[in-house]
């Protein structure tokens, strides 16, 4: 079991994505799901692949599962187009034609899906793009009943001469997925529109007005560390997920021999929770290949898929970061009253894991389903332990569940005649003396009571609330009383806030201002290197650990460096009276473009937590650095812009 280091909570800031309008196009009111050429075939489709794995579609019953989108990706076409300006197949490669390809799959129950590219060239080939051809274009593939296009981003800035790749073009993608958005809107049949230009420009403020889904960042590789780099990224997309419009994670490498099963476990199962769309890269059938069973039994996992497609259309998010111990937490809501939980185990060995259901917001579940250990217990309080392979993930569904910091007597507590209640397990996240314990009784009352923590505190109160002392981890909470309890609700500590402001700085460190960004203080602290650091002195009531609410930014995107070891994270430390660190490794806060906006996502706040340990009474020496870096990788450490003391 591991212990407590981190806790990441949502920022304000991070909660607008419903403000912003959106296609209505009557698709993808769940996330679609489908197979595609690339991930396994690169560049190099044919007839004869599309067809066979289209109907092992069928054949396995991953179709009546919902992978119904069959999408050819480049290599399909040639260089010219016809000398009326449409676009044409490779007759070599495909020679019954497209349209052909769409009765074909039409017959088999699937749905026809296109590539193209908003540039004059396809992505990977000298074949002809649609950019100045997209009305003629979209109405080409509506005539061969093409039922989705997936629409890419290769040979596009004319200013610089149209490069392969382009990330940081002259003008903003959006306007050219705009024409190419208005075009399919006119063709009279319905067509569902990815739109595939790889997270420049922060496409979340832009893309859901235009398409169905959108690519947050750049192309998933063979490669483990890719499922670290893409979740990263989708930190500040997850709010802008719901029906019509996703946040698309790229296609899946479930059963291409890339990862272990544990590994692809985890990589569909928060695809799934994040409502990415499921798109099959792999071979499932061809003259040389089949799909192994173990793989095919992960993309068929119902209750996964289930999770994916839930009617409520909400997306999980990040909750807790362990960066030294090697794991976290992610949670959303799904319909019925449920929650949906992946733990991930970022270390390639086996070992228990604990989740407490407060991270999650949650302090009960009467049902705890572990999807992958397919297991269910019964009557969970407060925590949940199960062992998870290396590099996987303990996915849970929890059902009949009470909101954190609620205690029901008939639940937590264990009584002692009519006189004395002993409520177990009571969660407490930082360690403080100013707690608020409000009791409700069975029936009105204003007795005294007497109530003693397992910190050794003792009080009496004739209030239906009090203040009390409560140690970071679990507690015990006994009240002496007449009157039958029925619940006690727990209240942390607002805390203190300390901005960036009150830090002194070393070294390279700067204090710099915002604009309107760098919320709530409108500065932030940055060029934080190794050899420099932002330090001040902070008051604590008690000893012990305490939790910090940390204001952090970080929009280091992955472009190029995607291919490599770029991970859309920054290293932060923090350490108290001289102690160890504690190292986080942040994700992406950025929530406007990179390129155009004001503060180019350098403005955007995200609010990350940590336990610390060290605290003594009195003032305390409080230091953010950047110590270690990610193994050395990291010149500079996320800017910080304030801390929220929990005392």
Same mark, same amino acid.
């Given at each position: 079991?591991?212990?407590?280091?981190?806790?990441?909570?949502?920022?304000?800031?991070?909660?607008?994505?419903?403000?912003?309008?959106?296609?209505?196009?009557?698709?993808?009111?769940?996330?679609?799901?489908?197979?595609?050429?690339?991930?396994?075939?690169?560049?190099?489709?044919?007839?004869?692949?599309?067809?066979?794995?289209?109907?092992?579609?069928?054949?396995?019953?991953?179709?009546?599962?919902?992978?119904?989108?069959?999408?050819?990706?480049?290599?399909?076409?040639?260089?010219?187009?016809?000398?009326?300006?449409?676009?044409?197949?490779?007759?070599?490669?495909?020679?019954?034609?497209?349209?052909?390809?769409?009765?074909?799959?039409?017959?088999?129950?699937?749905?026809?899906?296109?590539?193209?590219?908003?540039?004059?060239?396809?992505?990977?080939?000298?074949?002809?793009?649609?950019?100045?051809?997209?009305?003629?274009?979209?109405?080409?593939?509506?005539?061969?009943?093409?039922?989705?296009?997936?629409?890419?981003?290769?040979?596009?800035?004319?200013?610089?001469?149209?490069?392969?790749?382009?990330?940081?073009?002259?003008?903003?993608?959006?306007?050219?997925?705009?024409?190419?958005?208005?075009?399919?809107?006119?063709?009279?049949?319905?067509?569902?529109?990815?739109?595939?230009?790889?997270?420049?420009?922060?496409?979340?403020?832009?893309?859901?007005?235009?398409?169905?889904?959108?690519?947050?960042?750049?192309?998933?590789?063979?490669?483990?560390?890719?499922?670290?780099?893409?979740?990263?990224?989708?930190?500040?997309?997850?709010?802008?997920?719901?029906?019509?419009?996703?946040?698309?994670?790229?296609?899946?490498?479930?059963?291409?021999?890339?990862?272990?099963?544990?590994?692809?476990?985890?990589?569909?199962?928060?695809?799934?929770?994040?409502?990415?769309?499921?798109?099959?890269?792999?071979?499932?059938?061809?003259?040389?290949?089949?799909?192994?069973?173990?793989?095919?039994?992960?993309?068929?996992?119902?209750?996964?898929?289930?999770?994916?497609?839930?009617?409520?259309?909400?997306?999980?998010?990040?909750?807790?970061?362990?960066?030294?111990?090697?794991?976290?937490?992610?949670?959303?809501?799904?319909?019925?009253?449920?929650?949906?939980?992946?733990?991930?185990?970022?270390?390639?060995?086996?070992?228990?894991?604990?989740?407490?259901?407060?991270?999650?917001?949650?302090?009960?579940?009467?049902?705890?389903?572990?999807?992958?250990?397919?297991?269910?217990?019964?009557?969970?309080?407060?925590?949940?332990?199960?062992?998870?392979?290396?590099?996987?993930?303990?996915?849970?569904?929890?059902?009949?569940?009470?909101?954190?910091?609620?205690?029901?007597?008939?639940?937590?507590?264990?009584?002692?005649?009519?006189?004395?209640?002993?409520?177990?397990?009571?969660?407490?996240?930082?360690?403080?003396?100013?707690?608020?314990?409000?009791? *409700?009784? =069975? !029936?009105?009352? @204003?007795?005294?009571?007497?109530?003693?923590?397992?910190?050794?505190?003792? /009080?009496?109160? +004739? &209030?239906?609330?009090?203040?009390?002392?409560?140690?970071?981890?679990?507690?015990?909470?006994?009240?002496?009383?007449?009157?039958?309890?029925?619940?006690?609700?727990?209240?942390?500590?607002?805390?203190?806030?300390?901005?960036?402001?009150?830090?002194?700085?070393?070294?390279?460190?700067?204090?710099?201002?915002?604009?309107?960004?760098?919320?709530?203080?409108?500065?932030?602290?940055?060029?934080?290197?190794?050899?420099?650091?932002?330090?001040?002195?902070?008051?604590?009531?008690?000893?012990?650990?305490?939790?910090?609410?940390?204001?952090?930014?970080?929009?280091?995107?992955?472009?190029?460096?995607?291919?490599?070891?770029? *991970?859309? =994270? !920054?290293?932060? @430390?923090?350490?108290?009276?001289?102690?160890?660190?504690?190292?986080?490794? /942040?994700?992406? +806060? &950025?929530?406007?473009?990179?390129?155009?906006?004001?503060?180019?996502?350098?403005?955007?706040?995200?609010?990350?937590?940590?336990?610390?340990?060290?605290?003594?009474?009195?003032?305390?020496?409080?230091?953010?650095?950047?110590?270690?870096?990610?193994?050395?990788?990291?010149?500079?450490?996320?800017?910080?812009?304030?801390?929220?003391?929990?005392?």
């Amino acid at each position: 079991m591991e212990s407590i280091v981190t806790l990441l909570l949502l920022s304000p800031v991070l909660a607008a994505g419903s403000l912003h309008p959106r296609i209505d196009n009557g698709l993808a009111k769940t996330p679609q799901m489908g197979w595609n050429t690339y991930n396994h075939y690169s560049c190099s489709p044919n007839e004869a692949i599309v067809r066979s794995n289209a109907k092992a579609l069928v054949d396995l019953g991953l179709s009546a599962l919902g992978y119904r989108y069959v999408t050819t990706d480049c290599g399909w076409s040639v260089a010219d187009r016809l000398p009326n300006g449409t676009l044409t197949w490779n007759e070599t490669l495909f020679p019954s034609g497209f349209p052909a390809m769409g009765r074909y799959l039409h017959g088999l129950g699937l749905l026809f899906g296109v590539y193209e590219d908003s540039g004059i060239k396809m992505c990977g080939t000298d074949h002809a793009g649609s950019l100045y051809h997209e009305g003629q274009d979209a109405q080409t593939f509506a005539e061969w009943g093409a039922d989705a296009l997936k629409y890419d981003n290769c040979y596009s800035d004319n200013a610089t001469n149209y490069p392969n790749v382009n990330y940081e073009p002259s003008t903003s993608p959006s306007s050219r997925y705009q024409i190419m958005s208005s075009a399919l809107s006119r063709v009279g049949r319905p067509i569902l529109f990815q739109i595939c230009e790889w997270g420049i420009d922060f496409p979340a403020l832009w893309a859901p007005a235009l398409g169905n889904s959108w690519r947050i960042g750049n192309d998933i590789i063979p490669a483990w560390r890719t499922i670290f780099r893409t979740l990263n990224q989708a930190v500040p997309n997850t709010d802008f997920a719901g029906p019509g419009h996703w946040p698309d994670l790229d296609m899946l490498f479930v059963g291409n021999g890339v990862f272990s099963v544990p590994e692809e476990q985890t990589h569909f199962s928060l695809w799934a929770i994040l409502k990415s769309p499921l798109t099959i890269g792999a071979a499932l059938k061809d003259d040389v290949t089949s799909i192994n069973q173990a793989s095919l039994e992960v993309l068929k996992q119902k209750d996964v898929i289930g999770f994916n497609q839930d009617s409520l259309g909400v997306s999980a998010s990040l909750k807790r970061r362990w960066s030294d111990e090697g794991y976290e937490v992610w949670s959303g809501p799904l319909s019925g009253n449920r929650t949906v939980v992946a733990v991930i185990n970022w270390r390639n060995e086996s070992r228990d894991l604990t989740l407490d259901l407060p991270d999650v917001g949650l302090q009960y579940a009467q049902v705890v389903r572990n999807i992958w250990g397919n297991t269910v217990v019964r009557d969970v309080r407060t925590s949940y332990t199960a062992s998870v392979a290396g590099h996987g993930t303990m996915l849970l569904e929890l059902q009949g569940t009470v909101q954190s910091g609620s205690y029901p007597a008939n639940i937590f507590a264990n009584s002692t005649g009519s006189q004395k209640t002993t409520f177990q397990s009571v969660y407490a996240a930082t360690t403080s003396a100013n707690y608020t314990l409000a009791i *409700s009784f =069975s !029936r009105s009352s @204003t007795e005294t009571v007497t109530i003693t923590t397992s910190s050794g505190q003792t /009080v009496s109160t +004739s &209030g239906k609330s009090t203040r009390i002392a409560l140690t970071a981890g679990s507690n015990t909470i006994t009240i002496q009383h007449t009157t039958p309890i029925e619940s006690i609700q727990i209240t942390p500590p607002t805390g203190t806030y300390y901005a960036n402001t009150v830090f002194n700085v070393t070294g390279s460190a700067q204090h710099t201002t915002c604009g309107s960004g760098c919320s709530p203080v409108g500065s932030k602290i940055g060029y934080l290197s190794p050899n420099s650091n932002a330090y001040t002195s902070i008051p604590a009531t008690t000893p012990g650990s305490k939790y910090l609410a940390i204001d952090y930014i970080n929009n280091d995107v992955a472009f190029s460096s995607s291919w490599g070891w770029g *991970s859309n =994270s !920054r290293n932060l @430390t923090v350490s108290i009276n001289d102690g160890a660190p504690v190292r986080l490794e /942040v994700p992406l +806060s &950025g929530r406007h473009s990179e390129l155009y906006s004001p503060g180019k996502g350098w403005w955007d706040t995200a609010t990350l937590g940590v336990l610390t340990s060290g605290w003594k009474k009195g003032q305390n020496k409080v230091v953010f650095g950047n110590e270690g870096g990610q193994n050395g990788f990291q010149t500079y450490a996320a800017d910080f812009v304030g801390v929220r003391v929990w005392d």
